[in-house]
């Protein structure tokens, strides 16, 4: 069945199937999306607040948040689905003065402190902790290592970066 635009309801197009739809298990309610992003960040949404607890819901009455393509189960491509292809996270260092990134061909790290540790290997400073300045000669530059900057406020899940001597 072809998907058809409602001129009187600008919501999803009637008609037959949304492409995206999130279906939750325990009402069997289906809720058009837009796109799949917005399909997994509503699940993923709908998983954490089942998994709070004190909330109406508990994990037994909340059911499940399934993302549906064109009414299927929506999985992964296959290369990611059997964990041969799977996201990292890495960490890049950047100069605190100028925002440059450290050069490509020493890339990314699997930890903060490696991710410094290599960067000052390249005559990068590390002035105060949390701070890596690049070897640029702009007065900016030069009053970093020199005045040895208050460590940058933290944030939840930052770490400071160790601190060691100018080069």
Known sequence: MT??????????????????????????????MPDLITALIAAAQHSARAAQPGTAHTNATAGLAVVLHHGEPWTPEEMAASGAVRPMLW????????????EEEFGAFATVT?????????????????????????PDHQAARAAAPQPLPLSTGQQLLPAAAPW
């Open 3 to 32: 998907l058809t635009p409602d001129p009187a309801n600008p919501g999803p197009p009637t008609g037959g199937t949304p492409e995206w739809q999130l279906h939750l298990t325990a009402t069997g309610e289906h809720r058009p």
């Open 91 to 102: 960490w890049y260092a950047h100069c605190s003065v100028c925002g440059d990134p450290a």
């Open 114 to 138: 490696e991710a410094a540790d290599n960067t000052a290997e390249l005559r990068w400073s590390r002035p105060a902790p949390g701070w890596l300045v690049c070897d640029s000669d702009s």
